[in-house]
């Protein structure tokens, strides 16, 4: 018989990513509104081991929609790869009588998810994070707000490029994932776009690609570069140095993270947090809320983690078909 959840709790983990509190907001209220208790804990896994746990009523997600960050703090949390260490995770869980658990994060935190779900804590993930690398979902929490972020900076850096005829370097975040580089590069019509799951370290053929463009009239060059790749002011000195043409490099960096969360980050947040408490409602455990080919579905978590995901090929193809000159 499924078990009946009386206690949710909900943590955030993790990098933040705009959209969150509209997660926790849904989660909150509607596990209120299924007359099921919501707890709030601070900062992920971290704040869980210390207890930094509160009630939470529909009055305390009020005024957050709106808002990027956590209003729960994130963090990251080495110790709870301890078997141990869940072992007492869910020793508090019991203690604050949380039977059901919402862990907002990216791959990590699942695996977070799933160890305290192993030791009777029924969990349910939802992807938040800006760089869309979660594989069974086409859609994470951020990602939206921060390409938006992004390609509002490099419009701006775009104008002045071109009023001083520069070439400039943008790099914006994704460690291991292209995703916001691809986009940002096609929705900018840069010149080039540096992708870490394709580069070939090839700088030779950027500098000759600014040479040619500067002789068919080009006035100003824009490099999409993956935080992944990185290197961007040595690769900005080495371009000017090799082609005499100004070359600055700019890091968008955190920025990105930040934020007003978008209209559709705010949506569907709010249908995965309330997705994600009807599961814990009807006694599921060890699923993943997920976004595919326009409907919302949830994945077990096992079949989830075991999934993989690389960049579109042919949006990489169609990516450098439209940056011909
Ligand atoms: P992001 O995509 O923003 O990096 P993430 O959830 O993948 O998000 P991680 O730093 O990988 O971020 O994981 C967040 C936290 O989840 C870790 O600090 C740790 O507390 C927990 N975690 C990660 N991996 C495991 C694991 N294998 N077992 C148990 N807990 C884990």
């Given at each position: 018989?499924?078990?009946?959840?009386?206690?949710?709790?909900v943590?955030?983990?993790?990098?933040?990513?705009?959209?969150?509190?509209?997660?926790?907001?849904?989660?909150?209220?509607?596990?209120?509104?299924?007359?099921?208790?919501?707890?709030?804990?601070?900062?992920?896994?971290?704040?869980?081991l210390?207890?930094?746990?509160?009630?939470?009523?529909?009055?305390?997600?009020a005024?957050?929609?709106?808002?990027?960050?956590?209003?729960?703090?994130?963090?990251?949390?080495?110790?709870f790869?301890?078997?141990?260490?869940?072992?007492?995770?869910?020793?508090?869980?019991?203690?604050?009588?949380?039977?059901?658990?919402?862990?907002?994060?990216?791959?990590?935190?699942?695996?977070?998810?799933?160890?305290?779900?192993?030791?009777?804590?029924?969990?349910?993930?939802?992807?938040?994070?800006?760089?869309?690398?979660?594989?069974?979902?086409?859609?994470?929490?951020?990602?939206?707000?921060?390409?938006?972020?992004?390609?509002?900076?490099?419009?701006?850096?775009?104008d002045?490029?071109?009023?001083?005829?520069?070439?400039?370097?943008?790099?914006?975040?994704?460690?291991?994932?292209?995703?916001?580089?691809?986009?940002?590069?096609?929705?900018?019509?840069?010149?080039e776009?540096?992708?870490?799951?394709?580069?070939?370290?090839?700088?030779?053929?950027?500098?000759?690609?600014?040479?040619?463009?500067?002789?068919?009239?080009?006035?100003?060059?824009?490099?999409?570069?993956?935080?992944?790749?990185?290197?961007?002011?040595?690769?900005?000195?080495?371009i000017?140095?090799?082609?005499?043409?100004?070359?600055r490099?700019?890091?968008?960096?955190?920025?990105?993270?930040?934020?007003?969360?978008s209209?559709?980050?705010?949506?569907?947040?709010?249908?995965?947090?309330?997705?994600?408490?009807?599961?814990?409602?009807?006694?599921?455990?060890?699923?993943?809320?997920a976004?595919?080919?326009?409907e919302?579905?949830?994945?077990?978590?096992e079949?989830?983690?075991?999934?993989?995901?690389?960049?579109?090929?042919?949006?990489?193809?169609?990516?450098?078909?439209?940056?011909?000159?």
């Amino acid at each position: 018989m499924a078990k009946k959840i009386k206690t949710i709790g909900v943590l955030t983990s993790g990098g933040d990513a705009p959209g969150m509190n509209a997660a926790v907001r849904a989660v909150v209220r509607t596990s209120i509104t299924e007359g099921i208790r919501v707890k709030g804990i601070m900062r992920g896994f971290a704040g869980l081991l210390d207890e930094e746990i509160k009630e939470m009523d529909s009055f305390s997600v009020a005024d957050i929609i709106n808002r990027g960050g956590t209003i729960l703090y994130t963090a990251r949390c080495k110790a709870f790869m301890e078997e141990s260490v869940q072992r007492q995770a869910a020793e508090i869980c019991r203690k604050h009588e949380i039977d059901g658990l919402v862990v907002i994060g990216g791959d990590g935190s699942f695996r977070g998810a799933r160890s305290l779900a192993r030791l009777g804590i029924n969990t349910i993930g939802i992807p938040g994070t800006i760089d869309l690398d979660i594989a069974c979902t086409d859609y994470t929490i951020g990602f939206d707000t921060a390409i938006n972020t992004a390609i509002d900076a490099i419009d701006k850096i775009r104008d002045t490029s071109t009023s001083h005829e520069r070439v400039s370097i943008v790099e914006v975040m994704g460690r291991h994932a292209g995703y916001i580089a691809l986009w940002c590069g096609i929705a900018s019509g840069a010149e080039e776009i540096l992708l870490p799951e394709y580069y070939d370290h090839d700088e030779q053929r950027i500098i000759d690609k600014i040479i040619e463009h500067r002789k068919k009239g080009k006035r100003h060059h824009i490099i999409i570069n993956a935080e992944g790749i990185g290197h961007s002011v040595s690769m900005a000195a080495r371009i000017e140095a090799a082609t005499g043409i100004e070359t600055r490099a700019t890091i968008l960096g955190h920025m990105q993270r930040g934020g007003m969360p978008s209209c559709k980050d705010r949506v569907y947040a709010s249908i995965m947090g309330a997705k994600a408490a009807h599961l814990l409602k009807e006694g599921k455990s060890e699923r993943i809320i997920a976004y595919q080919h326009g409907e919302f579905i949830d994945y077990d978590i096992e079949d989830a983690l075991a999934m993989e995901k690389s960049l579109p090929e042919e949006y990489v193809a169609i990516s450098r078909g439209l940056i011909r000159f």
